[in-house]
């Protein structure tokens, strides 16, 4: 599966004569200069810091050739226009060339879990690679694809968008065979404008499908305008093609059944959602000829990214369900229904910590309001809130619950009260407590989880 150095010249459309060149095999490929081991192939990309000049570094450390935008000196390169449009290129060169068999997953909520349940199921029948960690965008996909072991035969992308076309060129690299649409919310609504331009933006994962390609979609009909005509499309939801059934909540773990499988599933997490998650990820491995037993084991050992929704515990003893990678409207209302669907401990308190969503254009405010109904003054006995935008609903909530239950503390260009927020939950969080964090990652909430954790 190496690729050699004249091979890769030919798929990127190299601009300079290397008939003196020896033509070598490539290691790794790496755009990072301090990752570059003997026999890498150096990609020098523009970001904050241009890739550019770390071409001598990369070479120094024991890189065989280089990508590079301009004539350099002293080292084998291939000339190129622009060096991540090649690096795609190559990706989708390598994808044809190993015909692996590309399984696809994106949507707003989701998708993470879902590929890792769908390779977590897979692994036990093909020999499966993933996308590791948050690597879902145009640097990342591609990184994924040239970083799969040579025996690959299944391979399960996550692919995120952040402005209307990027799933589109994601979709078009992999060629998946099998695509999942996990949800369409108003993520990053501030590029999109509506949640319509969303869906027609998760909907172009079907642009590079293969023509036997079968999609997995919602019951969601705003994404209708954009189904495609020439593959088979699966629905999930009440009454579609595939759905959950009998579903059992508890608080670290789901049992529930759907239409497709013979036994009920055991999972080891919480949140109704991820019912669904694992339900579309069963199907995708009964598509692909998992055995149902193997599929119930594997269930059982689930292993999930780290930072998404996970129950943790405090150093006092108090119970932490962590939920803080990333927030939009239908995500924290989820959460929230989880959450409040819980039974208090002994002697214990619920409380819900919520910062601001990012990236919710011009009607942040009036989407953070729309949280109210999601908090339930016979389940949360206190709220905290955090941020710019989502005083409006602390506003909000202070006249639903009583006096004292309700605190809104303030983040913004001028004024930063994190400190006084972290200090007021641990003064007010005891051992028989349930406490919620939920909010966008860059609001910092992981910062308190961990100094919970770790209360002396």
């Not at 004249?6 to 070598?24: F, I, R, T, Y």
């Not at 929230?336 to 401990?345: D, M, R, V, Y």
């Not at 913004?412 to 009260?417: E, G, R």
């Amino acid at each position: 599966m190496k690729l050699t150095l004249h091979e890769v010249a030919k798929v990127v459309g190299a601009q300079n004569d290397l008939s003196d060149v020896e033509d070598v095999d490539l290691n790794q490929i790496e755009f990072d200069s301090r990752k570059i081991s003997t026999g890498d192939f150096f990609l020098p990309l523009k970001g904050e810091r241009n890739g550019h000049d770390f071409i001598d570094l990369a070479f120094q450390n024991g890189a065989v050739a280089t990508l590079s935008e301009k004539a350099i000196e002293g080292h084998p390169y291939l000339l190129v226009e622009n060096c991540l449009r090649a690096f795609q290129q190559l990706a989708a060169y390598y994808v044809e060339r190993s015909r692996v068999d590309v399984i696809a997953v994106t949507g707003s909520n989701g998708k993470t879990t879902t590929k890792d349940m769908i390779a977590q199921l897979l692994s036990t029948t093909y020999h499966t690679y993933k996308t590791q960690g948050n690597y879902n965008n145009e640097i990342g996909m591609p990184y994924t694809i040239l970083h799969m072991p040579d025996k690959t035969e299944k391979l399960v992308l996550e692919m995120g968008q952040d402005h209307l076309g990027d799933i589109k060129l994601l979709s078009e690299i992999a060629k998946p065979h099998i695509a999942v649409v996990t949800l369409v919310a108003e993520a990053h609504l501030e590029f999109f404008g509506s949640r319509e331009k969303i869906a027609e933006g998760k909907m172009q994962i079907t642009e590079g499908m293969t023509s036997d390609g079968i999609l997995i979609v919602p019951d969601d009909p705003i994404i209708n305008p954009y189904l495609p005509d020439n593959q088979t499309v699966i629905r999930f939801g009440l009454d579609e093609d595939i759905f959950v059934t009998e579903l059992e909540e508890s608080k670290d773990s789901l049992h529930f059944k759907t239409n497709f499988l013979e036994k009920a599933v055991d999972l080891p997490v919480t949140g109704k959602y991820n019912a669904t998650n694992a339900m579309v990820a069963a199907y995708v491995a009964k598509l692909l000829m998992v055995p149902e037993e193997t599929i119930y084991e594997a269930f059982k050992d689930l292993r999930l990214t780290k930072n998404r929704t996970e129950w943790k515990k405090a150093a006092n003893g108090a119970d932490i369900l962590s939920d803080v990678y990333n927030a939009n409207p239908t995500a924290m209302a989820l959460i929230l229904e989880t959450f409040s669907a819980i039974p208090k401990n002994a002697g214990g308190k619920k409380i819900a910590v919520l910062a601001d969503m990012k990236e919710l254009g011009t009607a942040s405010i009036a989407l953070h309001e729309s949280i109210l109904d999601s908090l339930s003054v016979d389940n949360l006995d206190m709220l905290f809130f955090y941020g710019q935008d989502i005083k409006s609903l602390s506003d909000l909530a202070r006249r639903r619950f009583p006096e004292n239950t309700v605190f809104f503390f303030e983040k913004s260009d001028t004024k930063d009260d994190f400190d006084a927020l972290s200090q007021a939950i641990v003064d007010n969080l005891s051992k028989d407590d349930q406490i919620l964090l939920k909010g966008s990652h860059s609001m910092k909430l992981a910062d308190i989880v961990t100094r919970l954790e770790n209360l002396e």
